[in-house]
C-alpha cells in the first residue's frame, strides 16, 4: 500500500484482534436492547390493533406493525429477551452438566472414559435438529421443552471439549508437583486445572450461546419452539413468511435481529478463542 | 484393510444402537396404538383383539427383532393417518430431498473453493480481509433466513419463480432445477463460507510449511506455488468437512423443505410429528440416522485414503 493509506489506515493493524471488539460492542449492544426491552417497550406487545395491520415503518411504529396489528419493534424486543434466556438456560445446563461430566472423566480416565467419549462422538455426528425434533416429539412443545431438550444436547460438545482440556493439563508439572505436596483430587480439579481451562470454556460457551440462538430460532420456526402469543424471533419470522410480499419489513424486522445475535456472539466466540483458548470444534 | 474392518464393526454397532434406541424412544410414547385406531368407544374385548393382532403385548425384544426385520425387509409399517404404507409415502419424497441435497453440495463446492483459493492468493491484502469480514458475516445466518430472503428477492421482486408452488420433475425439468435452485443456495451459501473459512486456514497453515519456502527459493511465482503445491495439500482437510457437511445438508433441508414448500422428506418429518402418526417418524428418524452415519463412516474411510499419513 502506498504511504499516505498506510498512515491513515494504520489503526487497522492485523494483531487487533477484531473478532473480539467486533463481537463485543455487537454483543454489547444487542444486550443493551434486551435490557431495555425488560423494563419499557413502545408499546405492548401483545396489543392487537385491528385498523392498523401490516403497516409499513412509521415514527409511531418503528418497524411497522405485524398481520395482527401488534407493534413489531416491541415484539422484537421482548422476542430478543426470551430468545436469550432461554439460550442462557440452554447453555448453563450444557455447561454445566458437560464440564462436571467432561472433568470427572477426564481427569480419571479409564475406560468409563473411553465409552463416554465414544458415547458422545455418537451423538455428536447426529445432525442436532434431528435429534432436537424426535426429543420435542415425545415431550410436546412449549418454551421450558425447548430449553430441556437443548440443553440435554449440548452436553456432549461441552463434555469433550472439557474433557480434552482436563486430559491435556492433567501431565502438567505443576500438577504433579502440586499432587506431591499433598493435593486431593477434589482440590486439584478445582483449584489448579479448573481456572487454566477457562479461556477454552469462554470461547466454547460463547460458540455454545451461537449454537443455542440458532436451534432456537429454528424450532419457533417449525411451531415447535414458544409458542403463541409468546413472541419468538423464529415464529415471527414463519408468520412473516406469509405476508412476504404486502410487507417485506415484517420479515426482515425479525430475521435480522436473529443474525445480529448470532453474529455477535460468534464473533465474541472466535475472538476469545485467538485470546487463547484451543482449537473449540463445532 | 485392518482399519476398514475396525471401522465396519463400529459402523454396524452403531447402527444397531440407533435402531435400538429410535425403537425404544417410540414405545414410551404414552398412547395405545389399538385405541388410536379404533377410537375411544371400542370395547375392551375388541381392543384387546387388535393388541393381540399388532403384536403389541408380546415382550419388547421380540418387538424389536420383528421391527427389525420388517424394516430391514423393506416393510416400514402403515401410517396412522393414511393407510398407505410408510414406503409408498416416503417413495416419492425421497428422489425431491436427494436432489435438493446433491445440488446443495455441488453448489457449495463450485462457490466455495474458488472464493477460499482466491482469496488466499494475497493474504494481506484488501480481497482476503473483506472475504474475512463478509464471511464472518454469512456464516451468522440462518439459512431459512436466507430462504425467506431469496423468496423476496427472486420470487417477488425479479419473479424467478413463482414463491409456494413446487414444479415437479415429471411436470418440467428446467423449472424443476430453478425452483430447487434457490433452497439449494439458501442452504450452501452459509456453509460455503465455513467451508471458504476452513479452506484459507488450512492454505494458509500450509503456506508456512517448509517445502513452500524451499519452492520460492527455487523461482516459483506465488501463483505457481499456490496452484501448483499447497492447493492439493490444503484440500485434504476440506475434502472431509466436505462430506461431514453433506450430514448437516440433509438436516438443513428439513427446514428449508418447510420455507419453500418442497414436497419431501423433511416436510413429511415435521407434518407426522404434529399429527402424531408415529410410524413415519420412527421410520424416517431411522433412515436419516442411518445415512448420517454411513456418510461419517465413508468420511473417515476417505480421510485415511487421502492422507496416508494419518494413523487413526
Redesign the interface.
Known amino acids: 500500500m502506498s504511504a499516505w493509506t498506510e498512515r491513515i489506515f494504520c489503526f487497522m493493524k492485523k494483531s487487533n484482534n477484531y473478532n473480539l471488539i467486533g463481537g463485543a460492542v455487537i454483543c454489547g449492544l444487542m444486550l443493551l436492547l434486551i435490557l431495555i426491552g425488560q423494563f419499557y417497550t413502545p408499546h405492548d406487545p401483545n396489543a392487537i390493533d385491528g385498523m392498523n395491520k401490516l403497516a409499513a415503518p412509521s415514527p409511531a411504529h418503528l418497524l411497522g406493525t405485524d398481520n395482527l396489528g401488534r407493534d413489531i419493534f416491541s415484539r422484537v424486543l421482548v422476542s430478543l429477551g426470551t430468545t436469550f434466556s432461554i439460550a442462557l438456560c440452554t447453555v448453563c445446563i450444557g455447561a454445566a452438566a458437560g464440564v462436571l461430566i467432561g472433568g470427572l472423566t477426564g481427569y480419571f480416565g479409564g475406560p468409563l472414559d473411553e465409552i463416554l467419549m465414544r458415547a458422545c462422538d455418537i451423538v455428536a455426528a447426529f445432525p442436532s435438529i434431528l435429534l432436537a425434533l424426535v426429543f420435542i416429539s415425545l415431550i410436546g412443545p412449549g418454551k421450558y421443552n425447548v430449553i430441556i431438550t437443548l440443553g440435554i444436547l449440548f452436553i456432549p460438545s461441552f463434555a469433550r471439549i472439557t474433557r480434552s482440556a482436563f486430559a491435556g493439563c492433567k501431565n502438567q508439572d505443576y500438577i504433579k508437583s502440586a499432587r506431591l505436596m499433598g493435593a486431593g483430587g477434589a482440590r486439584l480439579m478445582l483449584v489448579h486445572i479448573l481456572p487454566n481451562t477457562i479461556p477454552t470454556l469462554a470461547s466454547a460457551i460463547a460458540i455454545g450461546f451461537n449454537n443455542a440462538v440458532l436451534a432456537e430460532a429454528s424450532m419457533s420456526y417449525l411451531g415447535i419452539g414458544v409458542q403463541p402469543p409468546d413472541a419468538s424471533l423464529g415464529r415471527m419470522l414463519s408468520e412473516a413468511q406469509s405476508y412476504l410480499f404486502k410487507n417485506p419489513w415484517y420479515a426482515l424486522s425479525a430475521g435480522i435481529p436473529i443474525v445480529l445475535l448470532i453474529l455477535g456472539f460468534s464473533l465474541l466466540g472466535d475472538g476469545l478463542q485467538r485470546r487463547g483458548g484451543s482449537d473449540a470444534s463445532n | 484393510m485392518k482399519y476398514f474392518f475396525k471401522k465396519l464393526t463400529s459402523l454396524i454397532i ?1 447402527l444397531f ?1 440407533i435402531s435400538i434406541l ?1 425403537f425404544l ?1 417410540f414405545q ?2 404414552p398412547g395405545d396404538p389399538a385405541v388410536s385406531k379404533l377410537g375411544t368407544e371400542a370395547t375392551p374385548e375388541r381392543l384387546e383383539a387388535l393388541r393381540e393382532e399388532m403384536g403389541l403385548n408380546r415382550p419388547v425384544v421380540v418387538r424389536y427383532l420383528i421391527w427389525l426385520q420388517e424394516f430391514l425387509t423393506g416393510d416400514m409399517g402403515t401410517s396412522y393417518n393414511y393407510d398407505l404404507s410408510v414406503r409408498e409415502m416416503l417413495g416419492n419424497r425421497v428422489p425431491v430431498t436427494a436432489a435438493l441435497s446433491l445440488l446443495s453440495f455441488f453448489l457449495i463446492i463450485l462457490i466455495s473453493i474458488p472464493v477460499g483459493v482466491l482469496s488466499s492468493k494475497n493474504v ?1 491484502g484488501l480481497a482476503s480481509r473483506l472475504t474475512a469480514v463478509v464471511n ?2 454469512i ?4 439459512p ?2 436466507l430462504g ?2 431469496f ?2 428477492i427472486f420470487g ?1 421482486i425479479f419473479q424467478l419463480f413463482t ?1 409456494g408452488i413446487f414444479v415437479a420433475y415429471q411436470e418440467s425439468p428446467g423449472q424443476f432445477f430453478v425452483y430447487l435452485l434457490f433452497p439449494a443456495l439458501a442452504i450452501a451459501i452459509p456453509k460455503s463460507a465455513m467451508a471458504v473459512k476452513f479452506l484459507r486456514g488450512s492454505i494458509s497453515d500450509e503456506l508456512n510449511r517448509d517445502y513452500v519456502r524451499t519452492a520460492y527459493s527455487r523461482g516459483n511465482t506465488r501463483t505457481a506455488v499456490l496452484y501448483r503445491h499447497v492447493l492439493r495439500n490444503a484440500l485434504i482437510p476440506v475434502v472431509t468437512f466436505l462430506t461431514m457437511t453433506l ?2 445438508i ?3 433441508g ?2 428449508i423443505e ?2 419453500f414448500s418442497i414436497p419431501g422428506i423433511g416436510r413429511l ?2 407434518s407426522s ?2 399429527t ?1 402418526d408415529y410410524p413415519i ?1 420412527q421410520a424416517i ?1 431411522v433412515l ?2 442411518f445415512i ?2 454411513l456418510l ?1 463412516f465413508i468420511t473417515d474411510l476417505l480421510y485415511k485414503y487421502v492422507d496416508p499419513r494419518i494413523k487413526i
Request: net charge negative; proline share 5%.
Open positions: 452403531t444402537l429410535a424412544a414410551i410414547i494481506d464472518q458475516v456464516m451468522a445466518v440462518p431459512f433466513f425467506i430472503f423468496t423476496l417477488f414463491p450430514a448437516d440433509v438436516a438443513s428439513i427446514i418447510q420455507v418429518l415435521l410429528i404434529g402424531r417418524v428418524v436419516l440416522a448420517v452415519v461419517n
